[in-house]
Nanobody, 123 residues
Framework: QVQLTESGGGLVQAGGSLRLSCAASGRTFSRNAMGWFRQAPGKEREFVAAISWSGGTTYFADSVRGRFTISRDNAKNTVYLQMNSLKPEDTAVYYC????????????????WGQGTQVTVSS
């Protein structure tokens, strides 16, 4: 049984910052790539960022590159998404995603999802 639990969402003003966390339990993902996706109302779920098992390789959507960073702490089975310079268009439910492989440079999601955490950016 795999469980991914996101936290850290909330309401923030444009230009502000939030840090999302994703804790994995039931199975360790220290050898797997992890990622974040988001889904805004009325839109399809889209890729945001991914990170390799070592943390040495990251991959970002064009819309967030330079503003968001992704990191992980394998000892804690936790992945983080630091979001800076937030914009109203970043408003969405953010989902943690775990992959079966260590492939990073793809927007294709892995098999495992968290329940999501809401991020709302006010203008």
């Amino acid at each position: 049984q795999v469980q991914l639990t996101e936290s850290g969402g909330g309401l923030v003003q444009a230009g502000g910052s939030l840090r999302l966390s994703c804790a994995a339990s039931g199975r360790t993902f220290s050898r797997n790539a992890m990622g974040w996706f988001r889904q805004a109302p009325g839109k399809e779920r889209e890729f945001v960022a991914a990170i390799s098992w070592s943390g040495g390789t990251t991959y970002f959507a064009d819309s967030v590159r330079g503003r968001f960073t992704i990191s992980r702490d394998n000892a804690k089975n936790t992945v983080y998404l630091q979001m800076n310079s937030l914009k109203p268009e970043d408003t969405a439910v953010y989902y943690c995603n775990a992959r079966r492989t260590n492939v990073v440079g793809t927007t294709t999601p892995g098999d495992y999802w968290g329940q999501g955490t809401q991020v709302t950016v006010s203008s």
